[in-house]
Nanobody, 126 residues
Framework: QVQLVESGGGSVQTGGSLRLSCAVS????????MGWFRQAPGNEREGVAV?????????FYASSVKGRFTISKDNAKNTLYLQMNSLKPEDTAKYYC??????????????????WGQGTQVTVSS
């Protein structure tokens, strides 16, 4: 049973930074891809950043966050991270950690076969 526990959400001002963490149980890093997704009120859930949990460490980012956000992992701790810099009000959303059904750039597209965390709220004020 895959379990994902997120932490690190909160409220920041425009231009600020946050680091989200996702602790994973029932899943061993090294094969499948994982990622971060977000959903704002009235919007569909969208992919933010995904990466291989294997040795390649390959990553893909949504164009809206590329250059500002960095996804990373710690295999020994089975933990996924999202470093968010230069935050904008449009980044305000509930952020979800997930193991993904797909790999590569396709993993940015939410799948009903993904395993999801509970979500953590990120709010960026003007």
């Amino acid at each position: 049973q895959v379990q994902l526990v997120e932490s690190g959400g909160g409220s920041v001002q425009t231009g600020g930074s946050l680091r989200l963490s996702c602790a994973v149980s029932g899943f061993t890093f090294g094969g499948r891809w994982m990622g971060w997704f977000r959903q704002a009120p009235g919007n569909e859930r969208e992919g933010v950043a995904v990466m291989s949990t294997g040795s390649s460490g390959s990553t893909f980012y949504a164009s809206s966050v590329k250059g500002r956000f960095t996804i990373s992992k710690d295999n020994a701790k089975n933990t996924l991270y999202l470093q968010m810099n230069s935050l904008k009000p449009e980044d305000t959303a509930k952020y979800y950690c997930a193991t993904t059904w797909d790999g590569g750039v396709k993993a940015l597209s939410p799948s009903p076969n993904n395993n999801w965390g509970q979500g953590t709220q990120v709010t960026v004020s003007s």
